[in-house]
Nanobody, 121 residues
């Protein structure tokens, strides 16, 4: 069994900062790309940022220059540092990881339960 546990969500004023963390646990052989997605009410889930196993990163245009994704492979952890937050950043943020389990062939995409981020104006 594999699960992703998120932390760091909450309410913050516009212009403030927040750091989200996500830790994968269970019978894990390896973790490939990890990412953060968000979904605002009435909108589809969108990619916010991703980071490959080699630490290459990609960001949505809306967060470039404000958000930073990082990972700690030894800790099976991915983090999202969010600075200069705007009300439009308000959404449920989801952690995602491509994981190969021990004694398993192939990769499966796992998702966290989501954590609410609310930016007040």
């Amino acid at each position: 069994q594999v699960q992703l546990v998120e932390s760091g969500g909450g309410l913050v004023q516009a212009g403030g900062s927040l750091r989200l963390s996500c830790v994968a646990s269970g019978s894990i052989s390896s973790i490939g790309t990890m990412g953060w997605y968000r979904q605002a009410p009435g909108k589809q889930r969108q990619l916010v940022a991703l980071i490959t196993s080699g630490a290459s990163t990609e960001y949505a245009d809306s967060v470039k220059g404000r958000f930073t994704i990082s990972r700690n492979n030894a800790a099976n952890m991915v983090a999202l540092q969010m600075n200069s937050l705007k009300p439009e950043d308000t959404a449920v943020y989801y952690c995602q990881a491509d994981i190969t389990r021990t004694r398993q062939v192939g990769v499966f995409g796992y998702w966290g339960r989501g954590t609410q981020v609310t930016v007040s104006s």
